[in-house]
């Protein structure tokens, strides 16, 4: 026997009660466990994709659209720019690298992108299996894209025009699979990686003549730009969108204007949950409270058999406590679940939801929980103390 | 056992209520007379520590109770004084071997299911053990009451009209049971009530006025 046993016991013997504000406090946790989660997830991987990566030069447009599109893979490009004009800014003094994307196709809806191997190093990708390609329509896929598709090294693949499944096949010039990448939870996980020339290849006969060298098409759709000094930060996104007909956009200023976006939403959602936490412990409260009336007997039995005041206080305490801890356990269990449940059946698809990782704002979460227990506790614990035992002993 | 010197205890501005100077030895037994609010009840919780007088004091077993601080009085009440309370007041949450296990864990003594078992037992109890209070009558409530009151080995065994509410097979069986049992621990018994058929089965009897 003891205290903790005691306030199980008496948590159990209402279990309607007890188990409507075990739900509520949970599911106000589970709320913003989950929004946690994503939040951070978002971030991390809206970050981790664009380190490296201090600009982005593409066509004119909206440029959110040109983020998305050329960094996170998940919009539609703004268009496509000269590979001349992009040449000539990777010469730019204020340039220190800078890598081609060129984008049109996809293979079961997983882009396939021209570019140049050094998009592999910007991401520290590593091969699991063959080789880089070496030259036109060789391919290396991305892990998550392997694994999809189920293509193997050395078969060959059809790609799709446009950037959704289910465009018309390029039957006539296929792809090979020379490598595919390690799983390294980035983007590359789930693109297609190829040479420029590949997509030029496939796509001679949209070229425009201008861009003709050769007969062969020189087009891009952005270039991703590394600065050699800070001082360009200012001055080359400026000079590119008011000398040129390029767009430049900074992927670190439009993740931050994408997630504040986000951020009203979930902020929305966070109120919810504050909400029903509120709720949860009024309604802690208010059971606590009113079973005290049917427990007062219990209360006086028990400074009668030697319990001081301030065990009976502690007993109370520890009802909202034990009440509340089972609440933030299950709460972290469900919004843990959702989170793996959501990402396994793809409804966040890039990001990859995860629920089996624990965040240090989880801690604070739990603790919350705990205030919680403790506050709606608080009130009867004291009533608890103040029981004038021989007033109810000696009643009839 | 006990002995109260010039006691009062003052209910509010006005009310008051004046106890006698009385004494029982060790092992003494004694039933407590007087009209409904002479004070007898009031009596069983002073000396049970649960009420503090205005004036005068209560000795126990040569401890004056006053000069404990609360805590340590709430300890001597749990392992020196077993109190009936007019209904047993069992924890529903608990089964009766549990309600006896609090006892001990409440008097900050040492757990011992055996020894709650052994008390069950030589009251005839022990095949209620594992009863929920919601499963016994009355009577068989107030009997696992003085089990528990039995239990830590009391000085001082204190009940509050044990017999209401019972008919007279009860209330022998009942104070069949405190008696014997007081008189085999050898602790001292002091019965409050204002049952006739209690009054009878005591020599020594208190008797308090009505309130002043």
Redesign the interface.
């Known amino acids: 026997?003891?205290l903790f046993l005691?306030a199980r016991?008496?948590l159990?013997?209402r279990p309607l009660h007890s188990a409507l504000n075990l739900l509520l406090l949970a599911l106000g946790i589970a709320t913003i466990s989950l929004l946690l989660l994503f939040s951070r997830q978002l971030e991390d991987k809206l970050l981790h994709t664009a380190a490296g990566i201090d600009l982005v030069v593409g066509a004119k447009g909206s440029p959110l659209q040109l983020i998305l599109s050329s960094v996170y893979h998940a919009d539609i490009p703004t268009g496509n720019i000269a590979k001349a004009e992009a040449d000539k800014l990777a010469r730019h003094p204020l340039v220190a690298s800078s890598i081609p994307l060129a984008l049109g196709d996809n293979l079961q809806g997983f882009r396939i992108v021209g570019t140049t191997p050094d998009y592999l190093q910007l991401y520290g990708a590593k091969l699991a299996q063959g080789r880089p390609w070496q030259v036109s329509m060789e391919a290396v896929l991305g892990a998550k894209v392997a694994q999809r598709s189920g293509l193997k090294l050395g078969e060959e693949f059809a790609s799709s025009h446009g950037l959704a499944a289910g465009g018309p096949l390029h039957d006539d010039n296929r792809y090979q699979v020379v490598g595919i990448l390690a799983p390294s939870g980035s983007i590359l996980d789930e693109l297609v990686l190829t040479d420029l020339q590949s997509v030029w290849d496939m796509h001679e006969h949209h070229a425009s003549e201008d861009d003709a060298e050769d007969g062969k098409p020189r087009d891009i759709t952005a270039l991703l730009i590394r600065y050699k000094t800070p001082l360009a930060i200012l001055a080359l996104p400026r000079q590119i969108n008011a000398e040129t007909a390029l767009q430049a956009a900074s992927p670190a200023m439009e993740a931050m204007r994408l997630l504040n976006i986000l951020g009203f939403g979930l902020d929305a959602l966070r109120a919810f949950a504050a909400v029903l936490i509120f709720s949860a412990a009024l309604s802690l409260f208010v059971a606590l409270y009113g079973n005290l009336r049917e427990r007062r007997?219990?209360l006086?039995?028990?400074?009668?058999?030697?319990?001081?005041?301030?065990?009976l206080f502690a007993s109370v305490l520890l009802e909202g406590l034990l009440l509340a801890a089972a609440g933030a356990a299950l709460g972290l269990l469900l919004g843990h679940g959702a989170a793996e449940a959501i990402g396994r059946a793809g409804l966040t698809p890039g990001l990859n939801l995860t629920g089996l990782i624990w965040l240090k704002e989880e801690a604070a979460l739990l603790l919350l929980a705990l205030l919680v227990g403790v506050l709606a506790a608080l009130l009867p614990a004291i009533h608890a103390w103040r029981t004038d035992?021989?007033a109810l002993?000696?009643?009839? | 056992m006990f002995r109260l010197h010039a006691l009062r205890y003052r209910y509010g501005q006005t009310a008051e209520l004046r106890f006698p100077d009385w004494s029982l030895q060790q092992g003494e037994q004694a039933v407590l007379r007087g009209p409904s609010g002479s004070g007898k009840s009031t009596l069983l919780s002073l000396l049970a520590g649960l009420l503090q007088p205005q004036q005068g004091d209560i000795w126990l077993a040569e401890q004056a109770l006053a000069a404990l601080p609360p805590a340590q009085r709430d300890a001597w009440r749990g392992r020196h004084i077993g109190f009936i309370p007019q209904r047993a007041h069992l924890l529903a949450s608990l089964n009766v071997l549990e309600n006896l296990q609090l006892a001990q864990y409440l008097a900050r003594l040492p757990q011992d299911a055996a020894q709650c078992q052994r008390v069950l037992a030589s009251l005839g109890l022990i095949e209620l053990a594992g009863r929920r209070p919601q499963q016994l009558s009355q009577g068989q409530a107030q009997r696992v009451a003085i089990a528990r009151a039995l239990l830590n080995h009391p000085k001082l065994l204190l009940a509050d009209e044990p017999s209401a509410s019972l008919d007279d097979a009860n209330t022998t069986a009942v104070l069949d049971l405190l008696q014997g049992a007081a008189q085999q621990a050898g602790a001292t018994l002091l019965i409050a009530s204002h049952d006739a058929r209690v009054h009878a089965r005591f020599d020594r009897q208190f008797l308090l006025e009505a309130r002043v």
């Open positions: 026997m003891n005691l016991r008496q159990l013997a007997y219990d006086a039995v028990m400074r009668l058999l030697g319990s001081s005041r301030w065990r035992i021989a002993l000696s009643e009839r």
